[in-house]
């Protein structure tokens, strides 16, 4: 591991400032960052320690939005009484992430930008091709084992996951990131995270000297009415072959689908809105014919390799499923 610098920051300006410097990253819980030095591919001079701020770390409910700040723990988040009762897919969503060890360590700004477990960019010193580490080298995973890459969103350049779990919840339900920089700014979750393109290396609307402080979740009735389903090859300590983050609200008759709110993970190579199903779905009876049909509208345009053909299968019944289950049908 290349040797670095680190210093610890009391109050976020001068985090800012000290991150301004060349090949500078910002260290909250170290869960991922230190990984990813461990093995090559992130080999930053200077290690800016942000897990001492004061004030990023609060956690808000109030009638209209939840704002969760950026140091919050993802186990403080996933067991705050307010959030399991008032927005339980969030709660939900952190639960069903990493380990009770990780989720101590994880700040909830670590989380939104933890990177692809695509194993050939993980593994820099047997596979040199990746155009997400190296732009421009290649994809080891077009034509290797991607059992475990996206079928949404890819492109010639790039077919790897993005695998958190929280993001997918948060994109469900409009939420957006509030990031401090040279001037602050807040950006809808959705359009945060950007497709692969033929600029794999950049996964996201964060630049150099910003940082994010924090979430906001707009207060909806879907959101009280919420679930996160996650389907992975073992029951813990796992991520998501294929997730659903969804709400549902009824029409005063109790069966026809007013507002529903649907997004995919472990499928796309970013938290991926399921706009089209949501569509389908306004104005129907609840039924499960009616749930599976309109399911199906999620894979449209989706993109099998040679291992990973199972993923357009299962991500319309994961949705299928999330709904009957929060609805009341299973
Ligand atoms: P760090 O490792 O400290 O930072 C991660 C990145 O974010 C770094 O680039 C850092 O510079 C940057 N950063 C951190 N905070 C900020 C900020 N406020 N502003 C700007 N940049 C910032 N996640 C899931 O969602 N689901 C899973 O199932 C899951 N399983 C896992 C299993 C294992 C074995 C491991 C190791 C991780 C798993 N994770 C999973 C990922 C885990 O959730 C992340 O490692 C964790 O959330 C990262 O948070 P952190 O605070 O440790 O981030
Ligand atoms: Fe790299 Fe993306 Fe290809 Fe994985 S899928 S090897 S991250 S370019």
Known sequence: M????????SDINTALQQSGLPETRF????TTLLDLMKSGVERPARLVDISHLQGLNDITVVSDHIHIGASAKMSHVAAHAQIQSQAPVLSEALWRAASAQIRNMASIGGNLLQRT???YFRDPAAYPECNKRNPGSGCAALNGINRNHAVLGGSDACIAVYPGDLAVALVAFDATVFIRGATDRQV??????????????IENDLSVGEMIVGVEVPVVPALKNSHYLKVRDRAS???AAASAAV?????????????????LGGVGTKPWRARQVEHALIGKPFTEKVLRDAARYAVDGAQAREHNGFKIVLAPRVIARALMTVGGLV
């Open 188 to 201: 809808a979750v959705d359009d945060f995270y950007r497709l692969p393109s033929n600029r794999p290396d």
């Open 117 to 119: 477990r695509c194993t």
């Open 237 to 239: 300590y796992e991520f």
């Open 27 to 30: 260290l909250a819980g170290g």
């Open 247 to 263: 709400g549902l609200e009824f029409e005063d008759d109790g069966h026809t689908i007013k507002d529903v709110r649907i997004a």
């Open 2 to 9: 290349r040797a670095f610098d680190y210093v610890r920051s």
